[in-house]
């Protein structure tokens, strides 16, 4: 098992920036990705980003790019996610996922889930 826990979100003002992290505990070892989704209110769950756990390889939504980053600590065993030019269309609660599989399409097939952060960003 892999246990989650966000942090980091709250309320921004749009143009302005939030750091959100993921602290991971348990089997660690297992993990090969780890990834944030985000769902909105009436929306379905989204993918956002994903980090291997143990690389570099970084993966980014279309949405996004540009505009945020994921990085990871393994020391720490923390991912973030650093998002900046925040837009009101980023409102939504945020999760940090886990995936052991190393095959597949990146935006699906994570194992465990964090609880999420609620992120909300005002015009």
């Known amino acids: 098992q892999v246990q989650l826990v966000e942090s980091g979100g709250g309320l921004v003002q749009s143009g302005g920036s939030l750091r959100l992290s993921c602290a991971a505990s348990?089997?660690?070892?297992?993990?090969?990705?780890m990834g944030w989704f985000r769902q909105a209110p009436g929306r379905e769950r989204e993918f956002v980003a994903a980090?291997?756990?143990?690389?570099?390889?970084?993966y980014l939504a279309g949405a996004v790019k540009g505009r945020f980053t994921i990085s990871k600590d393994n020391a720490k065993n923390t991912v973030y996610l650093q998002m900046n030019s925040l837009i009101p269309e980023d409102t939504a609660d945020y999760y940090c996922?886990?995936?052991?599989?190393?095959?597949?399409?990146?935006?699906?097939?994570?194992?465990?889930w964090g609880q999420g952060t609620q992120v909300t960003v005002s015009s």
């Open positions: 996922a886990a995936r052991v599989n190393s095959a597949g399409d990146i935006r699906t097939g994570y194992d465990y």
């Open positions: 348990g089997r660690t070892f297992s993990v090969y990705f």
């Open positions: 980090i291997r756990w143990g690389g570099v390889s970084t």
